[in-house]
């Protein structure tokens, strides 16, 4: 069996969440490149049930996505995110921006201008129910869960 996971959300300040909340918290979180790219996530709460539910299963063979099962493009996954938090605007960051960036953050650019629609196909076959299918619902949970503890 092979996992292939999504980018795993968690509500902490050095993770991809914190990243984007802290962009979206300073008015930068707008749409990243041309904003139609797919993005694939899942919150960690599934996620851990995931490797669980995976575990449990030995009958599952194969590649197994460990994503959400409803992707959407990058412009509403950062809507999404900046009403979350509350935040009614956000500039866009446009491909050049992304790449300079990437360089500063040591990472790669792609992660965020290609797309990536990674559907569960073999978790939902086999019963995985997800907490949090959609990322408006999880993005406002993760927001919950950062500001109760502080930060």
């Known amino acids: 069996m092979a996992l292939r996971s999504a980018v795993v959300l968690s509500p902490t300040a050095d993770s991809a969440f914190g990243v984007l909340s802290n962009l979206v918290r300073l008015s930068l979180g ?4 041309n904003g139609r790219q797919f993005v694939s996530w899942i919150h960690e709460a599934d996620y851990a049930r995931a490797v669980e539910f995976i575990i449990g299963h030995e009958e599952l063979q194969g590649p197994v996505n460990i994503a959400a099962p409803n992707p959407l493009p990058n412009r509403e996954f950062m809507a999404a995110l900046r009403w979350a ?13 992304i790449k300079l960036g990437a360089i500063f953050l040591r990472t790669e650019p792609e992660l965020v201008l290609q797309s ?6 073999r978790l939902l076959d086999a019963g995985f129910e997800f907490q949090f299918p959609d990322w408006p619902e999880a993005a406002e949970d993760l927001v919950r869960q950062w500001k109760s503890r502080g930060d």
């Open 30 to 33: 707008g749409r990243q490149g």
């Open 85 to 97: 938090w509350d935040v009614p605007n956000g500039v866009p960051a446009p491909s050049l921006a």
């Open 116 to 121: 990536c629609r990674a559907i569960p196909g």
